[in-house]
């Protein structure tokens, strides 16, 4: 059952499917023809799912699940899993690969390095230990708020600066 997204407790189980390309012209889409009905008829065992989602920074699908009602588990998963292959395939946009990195610059653009690019993208200046960075394994709303920009130094790019370091 699809409710508001501020009608989710601070608890509710998140998914964040993060995209190489902005998603702003096809998010309205993306919402009306195909994330709002499934999340009207989301269920687990039969059961409806207090579940909504929403979008950040048009790169960001949030899909989530106040647990306090139903636990999602197995074949509901695999459902949400299911539509977001859907949108991949109709949109053709990669939402599942954790590995790219997405940069917030100077709270006015977002970059999007891809795995290789990182150690590049460093010897160029636009990544530092101090570039906030999205963290897309976050696993509660409450966490949105404060977690989801760290500074790459404090992530798993930790490592890049390290050898950075001593070259």
């Known amino acids: 059952m ?19 390309t902005n998603l702003e012209s096809v998010r309205e ?9 499934f999340c009207e008829s ?14 950040i920074d048009g790169y960001f699908l949030v899909l989530g699940v106040d647990e306090t009602h139903q636990p999602a588990s197995g074949c509901s998963i695999d459902s949400s899993v299911a539509l977001i292959r859907t949108l991949q395939e109709e949109y053709k946009v990669d939402l599942m690969n954790r590995l ?12 999007v390095l891809a795995p290789a690019n990182v150690p590049h993208a460093i010897s160029e200046n636009r990544l530092s230990s101090d570039s906030l960075v999205y963290q897309t394994a976050l696993t509660q ?14 992530t798993w790019l930790q490592r890049h600066f390290k050898n950075a370091i001593t070259l």
Not at 42 to 55: A, D, I
Not at 100 to 111: A, G, I, P
Not at 141 to 154: D, I, V
């Open 2 to 20: 699809w409710i508001s997204w501020d009608q989710l407790r601070p608890t509710s189980r998140i998914w964040i499917y993060p995209s190489t």
């Open 29 to 37: 889409e993306m919402s009306n023809r195909y994330i709002r009905p």
């Open 42 to 55: 989301w269920k687990v065992h039969g059961q409806p799912l207090n579940s909504s989602f929403r979008w």
């Open 100 to 111: 790219y990195v997405h940069v917030w610059h100077n709270s006015q653009k977002l970059e």
């Open 141 to 154: 709303k409450s966490q949105l708020e404060h977690e989801l920009l760290q500074p790459a130094g404090s």
